[in-house]
């Protein structure tokens, strides 16, 4: 096989990539017809796109610990952005793959632990931090990583937290930094997959792209694409266009390469657009209709873009309204390599997709499971837990008296404007059972029940209490 003699059919390259509060409706191949989006539109069409693919939570962090582990993030108290950390126990995709000879790499965002010891980067950070879990404790080679997010032209400059890229233990980048952000990753990435495919090594590369997250800028010539309109959404339009470049310049490298043909891409989003703030651009995501944005456990939050690009295997032009979800990224991925979990056995809470992709099957076996505690206003009126099951999705936040509960037919009511609960009570009480079931088992995982070592979580296990907690105006709305 050209380029990649050391790759063999059954265990291709890996690329995950994902952008930061991109939604649903923003991309192109989605039915934007304002954004640019061409290099992921020809994505879509060379393979898979995924109509109800569901980022594992409503927020950064806990979504990105589903795509590296395969679990739900109250296992392991990723709870929310900014806070907690992926432990050290917890089984990698990047850790399963190193003993079948991959090269590993993230690139992007992490916001899974800091960088640093040193000092503070960031948020978080700096001499005394118990957060310190950067990417290289999680069986990655190669790493060029912020810690949380960085504005979106010169990434740099003109911060608030003054964060930085990271390439190792005390060593941040300090050359080649100016312009677009995601052009200033790709340069990156691209060497490092050129590297591997030369040495005839598989290789997995973690690509988290900043944009379009908060803070929201577009260079001139991406602006001047849009210069019909705001201010705002020239910089919010031309960030993601930017984005698009650099998928298209990696698909191009890959062909150029001779590697294209055995590199499994994924590419989705880690929840839905932002909804709070007013910073420049911010707003101005689209989630084509859905219910809520960022934050939320209605669609408008977890019902993200979702593509895969594999040669052979993913169908072009094939579009399915399965569930899926970035849980699912970690079983497909080990089913695909035939890859063994070191350690302890372990609950894993997404599928492998692989039945799904060759056509085997058109349903989702097992549901998808969904907890976030904020502020009913923050969560734009959603509970905080939901299940997700065939076309049916329960949203509670398991109170005595059960008021709050919500019940859609998200295929009928795509944007959940009418609750069927009424008509369909067996079920929601069976999926409420379940619910408690599952959170249970994140409870014991959360306690160490999963790993061999003894682990003690840096906070308690968040507890029910059938109710949202209050908001900073001191009420619960």
């Known amino acids: 096989m050209a380029g990649l003699r050391g790759a063999p059919a059954n265990r291709p390259n890996i690329i995950l990539m994902m952008a930061d509060d991109l939604g649903w409706g923003d991309p192109g191949f989605n039915g ?84 640093t010891r040193d000092i503070k980067d960031g948020r978080r950070g700096g001499p005394g931090t118990q957060t310190y879990m950067p990417p290289w404790e999680h069986g990655f080679d190669v790493s060029f990583s912020t810690e949380q997010a960085v504005p979106t032209w010169e990434p740099m400059k003109n911060q608030p937290f003054g964060t930085k890229y990271w390439e190792g233990p005390g060593k941040y980048a300090t050359e080649n930094l100016e312009g677009d952000d995601s052009r200033v990753m790709m340069d990156r990435v691209i060497p490092f997959i050129t590297q591997a495919a030369k040495a005839g090594d598989p290789f997995l590369a973690v690509v988290w792209f900043h944009a379009p997250h908060q803070p929201v800028i577009a260079g001139p010539r991406y602006r001047a694409m849009y210069s019909q309109y705001s201010e705002g959404e020239q910089h919010y339009y031309g960030c993601i266009t930017a984005l698009d470049e650099q998928v298209g310049r990696l698909r191009k490298e890959l062909r150029t390469l001779g590697a294209a043909q055995n590199t499994m891409i994924w590419f989705a989003s880690d929840n839905g657009p932002e909804g709070m703030t007013g910073d420049q651009g911010t707003n101005r995501g689209s989630t084509g209709g859905l219910r809520g944005r960022k934050r939320s456990l209605f669609s408008g939050g977890v019902n993200v873009p979702g593509l895969l690009e594999w040669p052979g295997h993913a169908k072009p032009g094939r579009v399915t309204d399965v569930t899926c979800c970035t849980l699912d990224y970690f079983p497909t991925i080990q089913e695909v390599t035939g890859a063994s979990l070191p350690g302890k056995p372990r609950p894993i809470d997404g599928i492998s997709l692989l039945p799904l992709i060759h056509g085997k099957t058109v349903t989702r076996p097992t549901p998808v499971c969904f907890r ?76 160490g029940a999963d790993y061999n070592e003894p682990f003690t979580p840096l906070e308690p296990f968040p507890v029910l209490t059938g109710t949202w907690p209050p908001d900073r105006r001191g009420s619960e709305q």
Not at 44 to 70: D, E
Not at 74 to 93: C, D, I, S, W
């Open 372 to 447: 976030y505690i904020q502020p009913k206003r923050q969560m734009h009126d959603s509970p905080m837990i939901a299940m997700l099951e065939g076309r049916y999705k329960l949203l509670t936040n398991l109170s005595a008296d059960g008021k709050e509960d919500m019940l859609y037919d998200v295929i009928a009511d795509r944007s959940e404007t009418k609750s069927i609960l009424d008509g369909h009570s067996a079920m929601a009480q069976s999926m409420k059972k379940r619910l408690r079931d599952w959170i249970e088992s994140c409870e014991a995982s959360h306690a």
């Open 32 to 115: 934007n017809r304002i954004i640019q989006t061409p290099n992921l539109d020809a994505m879509a069409k060379a393979g898979i796109r995924f109509t109800r693919f569901y980022s594992g939570g409503p927020v950064c962090s806990p979504t990105r610990g589903t795509c590296l582990t395969g679990r739900h993030y109250f296992r392991y108290g990723v709870t929310h952005a900014n806070e907690g950390m992926l432990p050290k126990q917890e089984v990698t995709v990047a850790r399963m793959l190193k003993p079948l000879r991959y090269r590993t790499g993230h690139f992007g965002k992490w916001h899974l632990g800091t960088l």
